[in-house]
């Protein structure tokens, strides 16, 4: 009888060592005896957003323009500022279409129709690839673009960058807070740099030149403006005196003084 009993426990045993499908080692299986969904799937590889090119190149597209003054960048995001009214839009790019004579992108409020044909913005020398329409909330806008790497260097037909000093305000937008210690209202009153070409507004007329940096000096030079008829005794007679000599610059975070003899100009950096 203990040999009977015996028999049924030793094969239980061998049972126990035996290899089930359950087990990690038993080919195209994983624990618990489901199927092993091999390495853990890596994350997509980037896509370039919309799939199809930017007009000019693989990147961002950039497009100014005056009265008023506004910018425009396509990227991942379409992303637009009307400098005048500081108004700023920002949608998701939508794939692009590629119209009679050049690229048109059609959002949900910014419209944007790009024409291949060269362009003038009419207050500098500078010449550009494109004539852009953008239509943002039911207003049109008119101005010219090209791809971004035409903004950020020299090209035939354009201005001639200039070398930086200490300050370094290339591409950079600043809303004007007070002129002469006196604070002026949010909106159209600004100051906006580019590589060596500056833009303004000190209420009433837009202006535009180009300037350099010398250290902590800044110099305008060649400055233009419309001529609309301004109320008397506003703030624009004292900006433009300001900024039409020679200035120096004090920076402290966020906001930037502009400061001669004729009196001072306090900015905060534009969003």
């Not at 009214?85 to 690229?103: F, I, S």
């Not at 049109?140 to 370094?168: L, W």
């Not at 902590?216 to 000599?245: D, N, Y």
Request: charged share 15%; aromatic share 10%; proline share 9%.
């Amino acid at each position: 009888m203990k040999t009977i009993f015996a028999l049924p426990l030793l094969i239980l045993g061998l049972a126990a060592c035996q290899t089930y499908p359950g087990d990690s080692n038993y080919p195209g299986q994983g624990s618990a005896g489901y199927p092993d969904p091999g390495p853990y799937p890596q994350p997509y590889p980037p896509q370039p957003y919309p799939p199809q090119p930017y007009p000019g190149q693989q990147g961002n597209y950039r497009a100014i323009g005056t009265e008023p003054f506004w910018d425009l960048t396509i990227g991942r995001d379409m992303i637009f500022t009307d400098r005048g009214t500081n108004l700023t839009v920002t949608e998701r790019t939508p794939p692009v279409r590629n119209g009679y004579a050049g690229e048109i992108y059609q959002g949900r409020r910014i419209n944007v129709n790009i024409v291949h044909s060269r362009c003038s913005d009419g207050m500098s020398d500078r010449t550009y690839p494109d004539q852009v329409q953008v239509r943002v909330d039911g207003r049109d806008y008119r101005g010219c673009g090209g791809a971004a790497s035409f903004f950020a260097a020299p090209n035939e037909g354009a201005y001639q960058s200039t070398p930086q000093g200490v300050f370094n305000l290339s591409n950079t937008n600043w809303r004007v807070v007070s002129i002469n210690g006196q604070p002026v209202p949010r909106s159209g009153f600004y100051l906006n740099f580019m590589a060596s070409r500056m833009s303004g507004k000190f209420g009433c007329n837009s202006l535009n030149g180009s300037y350099r940096v010398n250290g902590s000096t800044l110099t305008a030079s060649a400055l233009a403006m419309t001529k609309l008829a301004c109320p008397s005794g506003s703030f624009e007679a004292q900006g433009v005196a300001i900024v039409g000599q020679p200035v120096t610059l004090i920076e402290s975070g966020d906001r930037l003084t502009l400061s001669n003899r004729l009196g001072a100009i306090e900015l905060t950096r534009a969003r």
